[in-house]
C-alpha cells in the first residue's frame, strides 16, 4: 500500500468510486446528480491537500486535507475521505486516515472537525476509535434513502 498525494492524472481513477458513493446518498450531504467535472472541482480543488491510496497501482482511496475556517480559525483542517466500496475492509481507511492526521499535525493544524457526518454512516466508529468525539448532533438533517430522515454529527478531535 502506497499513500501519496494525488496528482491530476489521478481524478479519472477516484471518480469511478467518487460517483459511486455519492450517488448513493447514504454517507455525503453533496448532491447525489453531482456532474464529473463539479465533483473534480469540489474533490481535487487547488485550496485541499488530495492524497491517494494505491495497492498494485490501482487508485483504492482517496482523501483531501484543508483548512475548515479562514482568518484567525485556519488552524482547525476539515477532510474528506472516501474509499472505493469494492475495497473496504482492508484498513485502507484506517491506514489514510493516520496519515492525514500526521500530515495535518505537521501542517501546524491544531484540531480536525469533520462538519456533517451522516449518523448512520460506518465511518463513525472509525472516527472515534481515531479519538473523534461528537460535539453535537443536527436531528434529522440528512434524507437517507433507506433509513429516512437520519441526523448528521460534528466531529472533532484535537492534534
Known sequence: MLIREATADDWP???PFWHRIVAAGETYAWDPGTSEEEA??????????VYVVEDDSVVVASAYLTPNYGGPAARIA???????PGQGGQGYGRALAGHLLTEARA????????????ET?????????????ILGTVPDAFDHPRHGPVGLHIM????
Open 40 to 49: 473534480r472541482v469540489l474533490w481535487m480543488n487547488p485550496a485541499k491537500r
Open 78 to 84: 476539515n477532510a474528506g475521505f472516501m474509499v472505493d
Open 121 to 133: 454512516n460506518p465511518a463513525v466508529k472509525l472516527w472515534t476509535s481515531l479519538g473523534f468525539t
Open 156 to 159: 472533532y478531535r484535537a492534534m
Open 13 to 15: 481513477r477516484i471518480w
Open 107 to 118: 501542517a501546524g493544524y491544531r484540531g480536525m472537525v469533520f462538519n456533517a457526518v451522516v
